[in-house]
């Protein structure tokens, strides 16, 4: 009995195949996600994931870009328009990190699974690095603290 993958695990499955993914050149921000969004050269965690879900067939629609979204400031200041928050994320959720606790969202990540049930998580992100979190040039599964995070469940047919 073959058991049929959810568009969700399709969309993690997406994003971890690209695990190792490195931009280049080196802290130049150019990346195939960003040529496919139209926005190559620019800070592309929120690219990534937006690619993630485009290339599972769920592009995430409102959020600012015609195929998902750039900017983590923009996308949390607009959920209502693209998806809900949630406190019991699903594989394949949205994840935003406040760093700093300010308030402001610096980062963004798909969520895979708990290590620590409301602790600690597992998440694939894009132009991220040890060393890096934020800006770090790579495609890497991270461990996360769920410390300063909202979850965010796009509205497309998941």
Known sequence: ETKTMTAKENIINIALAEAGYEE?????????YGKFIGMDGVPWCGIFVSWCYAKAGQTIKGAGLRLGFAGCQYAVANISKWGKEVSEPEVGDVVFYDWNG??????????????NKGQKFQAVEGNTSIGNDSNG??????????KGVIFVRPNSKL
Request: net charge positive; glycine share 10%.
């Open 137 to 146: 040039g790579k495609v890497m599964v991270r461990e996360r603290s769920a």
């Open 24 to 32: 280049s050149p080196p802290n130049s921000n150019k990346t195939k």
């Open 102 to 115: 300010d308030g402001r969202y610096d980062h963004t990540g798909l969520f895979i699974q708990w290590l």
